[in-house]
């Protein structure tokens, strides 16, 4: 029986507001196939209680904090499927994203992104995405500026065929 392997591991932060954030190709729709889900069609089906839907290009990451605050966001990136550590996590949904690019970046639902780019080193490809979410390390407010350490995510990938 063979293990998976991490590839890569990257740290990031993004703003939640309206109670989401996104997970955007730098194609954009420009890259995805036709007949698939892009980004619009997922913002329509999107509801509170999915904690992550995807499509082609795009997906939506849903928080059942506040509205507005920000989150650290663990990205890795795996040859295969990784173990399965679900009781590190108050919550876990995988789904399926299609990338044109295999470049992807965190991106808030008002467009600002950290800049931080996820190489996922293989364009026009589907990808398995485990997103997983527990209780952050404590509120910390400040006034004018979103809150932070309400919740933390983190986002798995790995390569849906050979």
């Known amino acids: 029986m063979s293990t998976s392997r991490l590839i890569e591991r990257l740290s990031d932060t993004v703003t939640i507001d309206f109670g989401q954030f996104m997970v955007i190709d730098l194609d954009g729709a420009n890259g995805q196939p036709e007949g698939t889900e892009g980004l619009f069609e997922l913002a329509d089906r999107a509801s509170m209680t999915d904690l992550f839907l995807a499509g082609a290009n795009a997906a939506i990451v849903n928080s059942q904090a506040d509205s507005w605050h920000k989150v650290d966001v663990i ?88």
């Open 75 to 162: 990205v890795e990136r795996w040859d295969g499927s990784p173990p399965n550590d679900g009781d590190q996590w108050s919550r876990s949904e995988t789904a399926e994203l299609y990338s044109s690019s295999g470049m992807l970046q965190m991106v808030g639902v008002h467009g600002h992104s950290s800049g931080k780019i996820i190489d996922l080193c293989d364009q026009t490809r589907t990808w398995f995405v485990r997103a997983s979410v527990r209780p952050g390390p404590g509120a910390r407010y400040s006034r004018g500026r979103p809150p932070t350490g309400l919740e933390t995510y983190r986002l798995q990938f790995w390569p849906a065929s050979p």
